[in-house]
């Protein structure tokens, strides 16, 4: 065993500022990737892409292929998982972030529907596919990197600069079409300024993976290697479901509020109050309360992190979840008031405060549940399908209901529904921030882990 801990003794502290600092680097790029897709379906692709329908057809049919990313996530989680398991965090992780870079640069330098015609939506949405796939090998790997590097007692703490990335990447897009807006005519922005935010993924890609082949993989992975298993050959994938569908199962469940909440604030949201036929607010004010929104998020979420250490991940979840649930009503109407200081407001108490409170031990929750040999496995595919049941369809959804009532109340009504699913979820599970993570548990004695 000693080898294996070796490295961790040796300079402890430095080795967990460079994993917290890789872990936050990594999530970032990869979210900011797959979240300017977002922006940009509000802003540019109805368009760009689908020129001939009317605009709130338009808008419906550019979240649709938003969605298309989050239907390839658990594909994603498979085929990563399987890696992670086997091959380690660190190589899977890598793989993610390389596929996310190239599909994205891809997206940056495609034509739109005025030069290829129905080609150009049909490559929009294959490209859109292998970013889902990414992403959906990305979360298991950035969080336990983070989680199974981590003192036993800072679990939550370490977790959240992988849950972190979120709101980094939110920011780094952010700040990419902000300046894109503000330094290029309407008419520019939409022929090429548009682009740049795709295509500066390519040199942040690069650089995560340049720190990743500089970072050993986890002392638990390793740890793993080293005890042989009686059915190590087989399929992590499989032998996850087969142990631990019922964690999969909840964790699915509880991560819909997560996720749906999640996009309605960052995509649906900035639609909503930005398209014409609805508020018609300035694309700079909205994506400014994002911005702030997404700041405060990124430093609270260590806060809220390091909170799960001491009095459990379970409880702030909950509390998340029930709080959230109870805003869904109020945070529509402060929008609706066209206000800038309100709709600052709403974006900072819903996200900043509420959806914070549940993400950051998020990522420790949900890798708790798991045994170490199946846990990659088991979190990529708990989370991407609640991705898939639950964010894949959010905006498209949310676009739906006010297109069919004219009204902001059944989109409330969906956020509160959402929350309460995943009130129900984490209500079902047990408590995991005392848990030892360390132990190995073979396929099939289920009993053994503490949290089955």
């Known amino acids: 065993m000693a080898p294996a801990q070796e490295p961790t003794q040796a300079r402890p502290e430095t080795r967990l500022a460079k994993v917290a600092v890789t872990a936050l680097s990594a999530s970032s790029i990869e979210n900011y990737d797959f979240f300017i897709y977002g922006t940009a379906a509000a802003l540019v692709f109805p368009q760009l892409f689908f020129p001939e329908q009317t605009a709130l057809t338009s808008a419906l049919l550019s979240f649709a292929t938003f969605a298309v990313g989050f239907i390839a996530r658990p594909l994603g989680g498979v085929l990563f998982g399987h890696i992670g398991d086997v091959r380690g965090r660190k190589t899977a992780l890598i793989g993610a972030l390389a596929g996310m870079g190239l599909a994205s640069t891809l997206i940056g330098l495609l034509p739109t529907h005025s030069v290829i015609g129905v080609a150009a939506p049909i490559l929009l949405v294959l490209l859109r596919f292998l970013q889902g796939i990414a992403v959906g090998g990305q979360l298991g790997g950035v969080v336990l990197l983070a989680m199974e590097s981590a003192p036993p007692r800072k679990r939550g703490f370490f977790s959240s600069f992988a849950q972190a990335g979120g709101p980094g990447g939110i920011i780094l897009g952010n700040l990419a079409f902000i300046a894109a807006i503000r330094f290029t005519s309407p008419a520019a922005f939409e022929a090429w300024g ?29 740890r793993l290697k080293q005890v042989k298993k009686p059915d190590a050959g087989r399929s992590p994938v499989l032998r996850a479901v087969r142990v631990h569908y019922k964690q999969i199962a909840l964790v699915a469940a509880a991560y819909i509020g997560i996720n749906v909440t999640y996009y309605l604030f960052m995509t649906f949201a900035v639609s909503y109050s930005t398209n014409s036929a609805i508020l018609g607010l300035s694309k700079d004010t909205v994506l400014l309360a994002v911005l702030v929104a997404a700041g405060v998020q990124l430093v609270l979420l260590p806060v809220s992190g390091a909170l799960s250490d001491r009095i459990g991940r379970r409880t702030m979840l909950l509390a998340g979840s029930g709080s959230l649930c109870a805003f869904s009503f109020a945070f529509w109407p402060l929008l609706n008031t066209k206000s800038t200081f309100l709709i600052l407001v709403a974006f900072i108490v819903g996200l900043g405060l509420l959806h914070t409170t549940m993400y950051g031990p998020q990522g420790a929750f949900f890798a708790e549940a798991f045994s170490t040999g199946l846990r990659y496995s088991g979190v990529s595919l708990g989370v991407q399908l609640g ?16 297109a069919a009532t004219g009204s902001s109340v059944p989109v409330a009504i969906y956020m509160a529904v959402v929350c309460a699913i995943t009130f129900g979820a984490v209500l079902l599970m047990p408590e995991t921030h005392l848990k030892d993570i360390n132990e190995p548990v073979a396929a099939g004695e289920p009993a053994r ?3 089955v």
Request: charged fraction near 15%.
């Open 194 to 222: 548009w682009r740049v935010p795709f295509l500066a993924s390519a040199m942040l890609v690069w650089l995560a993976i340049h720190l990743q082949l500089r970072l050993e993989d986890t002392d638990a992975f390793r």
């Open 449 to 451: 882990d503490p949290a």
């Open 387 to 402: 991705a898939v049941i639950g964010g894949a369809f959010a905006p498209l959804i949310a676009t739906s209901l006010y």
